[in-house]
C-alpha cells in the first residue's frame, strides 16, 4: 500500500470474536493472528497541527484517495477573526498535505464543519468562513478553486447534498464559545428564546433559507416541566440529517446557574413539522447519530450509573442500552456505512488517554482499537480538548481520528485500517 510503516502504532486490543456476516467481520477472523496485522497509522506530521474536527461525517473523497483536513498553527487558544487556518488535501498513500484554501471560521472542536458535497464528492467541498464579519458557507472546487458563496454557515448537509441545516453562530460563541466563532455576534442577546432564531434549512443551489424550528417554539414546549426555562437563555447545537434526509435531530441546551450544561434532543421533519421532544431535557444527552431512517444512537443518563450509549427509535421510548459493560460513560458514538458496527471514544480512567473502540449491537462483540495519550491536561480535557471523533470511510473498513503525536506533541489525522494490510 505504500505506506510508512514506521508511522504505524501498535493496535490495543481485545481479542473479540467477530462474525463473518459483515467485511468488518470477515476481516477479523477470531484468531490472533490475523488480529496481528492490524494497524493504526499516524497519517498526517507535524510541526503544524492537522486535524479534521467533528464526528460522523465522512473526510475521504469518493475515491478515497484523499482526506480534507484543517492545518493551523497552534492548539493552545481559541482561534481569533484573524487567525485563519489552512484548508488542504491530504494524500492517504503518502501523508502529504496540500494546501487549496483558508477559513477564518474555526475552532477545535468541529473545525470549519468541513463536508465533501455529495453531489461532487470527488471534486467539491463545502465549509464556513467569514466575510465581513459575518459567518457564511463556502462551496469549493479543489482542483480549479472556483468559489460559491452561500448566505449562511452550515452545521450539517443533507446525504443528497440538497440542503444544509443551519445554526447562528453568534449565538453558540456568545453561550457554547467551545463551538462558536469568536468574533461574531448574537442578533439577539437580550432574548432568553427568540422565535426568530433556531435551525435554519437551507438550499445548497440557490442559497434560499427559512427558519423551520425556533428557540421560543422549543422553549414553550420545555416551560411546563421545566418553569426556569422562563428566563434562561437557549441554544441550540448539533444538527444531524437521517439518512433518508426526511428528519433531522438537534439539542435544546441552557446553563444553570452553576455552570451547569442541561441539554434535550428533538426531532423534526425538514421543513420544521412534527416537532418530537425524544430525550427528556436534564437527562445529559451528550452526542448522537441516527442509525437509519429512525434509529437513534445517543449517549444520556439512563438506568443508573451515569451516561450509557442508548439506542431508540425516533419518537418512541423503547430506550436498549448498547454495549453496557463495554461502552462505558459517554463516547463520540457513529454508526458505520452498513450499520452494523458502532464506533466510540472514551477517557480512560485515571490518564489522560483516550480509547477508541468498536462494538456491534446484534452479536455484542466489542474491540478496544488504540489508547492515545493526550500528553497535557488541556488536550484531555476542557476546551482545548483534543477528542478523537471518530469517522468512518465510505467502505466501512477505515476509521479516521484527530489525536496527539506523542513525538511532536502535535494534533494528527491517525487512520485505523480495519482490512487486513
Known amino acids: 500500500m505504500g505506506i510508512n510503516r514506521r508511522r504505524f502504532l501498535a493496535v490495543s486490543g481485545l481479542l473479540a470474536a467477530f462474525g463473518r456476516s459483515t467485511a468488518l467481520g470477515r476481516a477479523f477472523a477470531a484468531d490472533k493472528a490475523s488480529l496481528a496485522k492490524f494497524k493504526i497509522r499516524i497519517l498526517t506530521s507535524g510541526p503544524k497541527h492537522h486535524f479534521f474536527g467533528y464526528y460522523g461525517i465522512c473526510p475521504w473523497n469518493k475515491s478515497q484517495s484523499h482526506i480534507v483536513c484543517l492545518e493551523s498553527d497552534f492548539q493552545d487558544h481559541f482561534p481569533a477573526a484573524d487567525e485563519p487556518a489552512s484548508i488542504g488535501l491530504v494524500d492517504c498513500e503518502t501523508g502529504t498535505f496540500s494546501r487549496i484554501s483558508q477559513t477564518n471560521a474555526w475552532n477545535l472542536q468541529q473545525g470549519a464543519m468541513l463536508h465533501w458535497n455529495p453531489l461532487e464528492p470527488e471534486t467539491e467541498i463545502i465549509y464556513n468562513d467569514r466575510r465581513d464579519n459575518e459567518i457564511v458557507s463556502v462551496i469549493l472546487d479543489v ?10 454557515a452550515v452545521s450539517a448537509v443533507s446525504n443528497n447534498g440538497r440542503y444544509a441545516l443551519s445554526l447562528t453562530y453568534g449565538r453558540l460563541t456568545r453561550l457554547r464559545k467551545t463551538v462558536g466563532y469568536l468574533g461574531t455576534i448574537d442578533p439577539n442577546p437580550n432574548s432568553a428564546a427568540p422565535d426568530n432564531d433556531g435551525v435554519f434549512l437551507m438550499d445548497l443551489v440557490s442559497g434560499r433559507f427559512k427558519l423551520v424550528v425556533s ?7 420545555l416551560v411546563e416541566n421545566h418553569p426556569e426555562l422562563e428566563e434562561r437563555h437557549i441554544w441550540f447545537n448539533h444538527t444531524v440529517f437521517n439518512r433518508a434526509d426526511t428528519r433531522f435531530f438537534f439539542l435544546a441546551r441552557s446553563k444553570e446557574s452553576s455552570g451547569q450544561l442541561q ?20 437527562s445529559g444527552v451528550s452526542h448522537f447519530d441516527w442509525r437509519n431512517d429512525k434509529q437513534i444512537i445517543a449517549t444520556f443518563n439512563y438506568g443508573g450509573g451515569g451516561r450509557k450509549h442508548v439506542l431508540f427509535t425516533d419518537g418512541e421510548k423503547d430506550f436498549q442500552i448498547v454495549g453496557e459493560g463495554f461502552l462505558n460513560g459517554d463516547g463520540h458514538c457513529t454508526f458505520s456505512p452498513d450499520q452494523e458496527w458502532l464506533a466510540s471514544d472514551q477517557s480512560v480512567s485515571g490518564t489522560l488517554a483516550k480509547s477508541l473502540v468498536i462494538f ?28 478523537l471523533h471518530p469517522r468512518w470511510n465510505r467502505t466501512g473498513d477505515q476509521i479516521c481520528i484527530d489525536a496527539i503525536d506523542r513525538a511532536t ?6 487512520i485505523a485500517y480495519l482490512d487486513s494490510i
Open 143 to 152: 482542483h480549479s478553486g472556483k468559489k460559491r458563496i452561500l448566505p449562511r
Open 409 to 414: 506533541a502535535t494534533r494528527q489525522l491517525h
Open 215 to 221: 428557540i421560543g417554539e422549543v422553549q414553550r414546549m
Open 263 to 282: 441539554t434535550g434532543m428533538f426531532t423534526a421533519n425538514i421543513d420544521g413539522s412534527d416537532l418530537r421532544d425524544v430525550v427528556s431535557y436534564g
Open 360 to 387: 456491534n449491537p446484534k452479536t455484542k462483540q466489542g474491540l478496544v482499537l488504540g489508547k492515545f495519550d493526550m500528553l497535557e491536561k488541556r488536550y484531555g480535557g476542557g476546551d482545548l480538548r483534543c477528542d
